[in-house]
């Protein structure tokens, strides 16, 4: 079997940036496992939520969530980190960690709270949106619409006939454009064989 160049620069390039090569976790020695290849520590999401609560409680731990949080950090992003950190160690398997997800939020937000810090749920949350007057937003379009011309007048400047073939302007001269489909259209009475004469 040959090996296209296009699959050598591929591999070259998944080399040079530190990407694994597609199929390389099925050269792995099998007795040299990542841990989530083998079966999860944790299978019932009861003893996993405790084990997160205990992970969450210690001491240190909860210092980092907290200034996580005080910092902007939002509620989904420590607890998504948290529980993809215990499956990387294979502590649970995927579904177990989506069923993870709402209570470490639930841990997440009570921590917060009795901690007295607000917080957010998505990064970004506590962005409100500018109001501006109806004056304001008129005059703020009338200006995207002007430098939206502008810009229309700078393209079509740059347009130069003579890069387009003969050939193909001839075509489009030659062409006739069909109406619009909203273009009304006068209306052509057909007699049909069983329609009532008068």
């Given at each position: 079997m040959a090996v296209s160049e296009k699959a050598i620069n591929f591999i070259q390039g998944s080399l040079n940036t530190g990407r694994a090569i597609p199929g390389q976790s099925l050269t792995n020695s099998p007795d040299q496992q990542y841990k989530w290849e083998q079966p999860a520590e944790y299978t019932?999401?009861?003893e996993a939520m405790l084990y997160v609560f205990e992970t969450l409680t210690v001491p240190e731990?909860?210092?980092?969530?907290?200034?996580?949080?005080?910092?902007?950090?939002g509620v989904v992003?420590?607890?998504?980190?948290?529980?993809?950190?215990?499956?990387l160690e294979g502590k649970w398997n995927p579904d177990v960690m989506l069923l993870l997800m709402e209570p470490t939020m639930y841990m997440v937000m009570a921590l917060a709270e009795k901690a007295g810090i607000p917080?957010?749920?998505e990064a970004g949350d506590d962005e409100t949106p500018v109001e501006m007057s109806p004056d304001k937003q008129v005059a703020t379009l009338e200006k995207g619409i002007?430098?939206?011309?502008?810009?229309k007048q700078v393209a079509a400047s740059r347009v130069n006939p003579q890069s387009v073939p003969e050939e193909v302007r001839k075509?489009?001269?030659?062409?006739?454009?069909?109406?619009?489909?909203?273009?009304?259209?006068?209306?052509?009475?057909?007699?049909?064989?069983?329609?009532?004469?008068e």
């Open positions: 019932n999401p009861r731990t909860t210092t980092n969530v907290l200034l996580s949080l005080s910092n902007g950090v992003d420590i607890a998504s980190i948290t529980l993809y950190a215990g499956f917080y957010n749920l002007n430098e939206l011309d502008k810009m075509v489009i001269e030659e062409t006739e454009l069909s109406p619009s489909l909203l273009e009304k259209v006068e209306e052509k009475t057909n007699t049909s064989l069983l329609a009532k004469e």
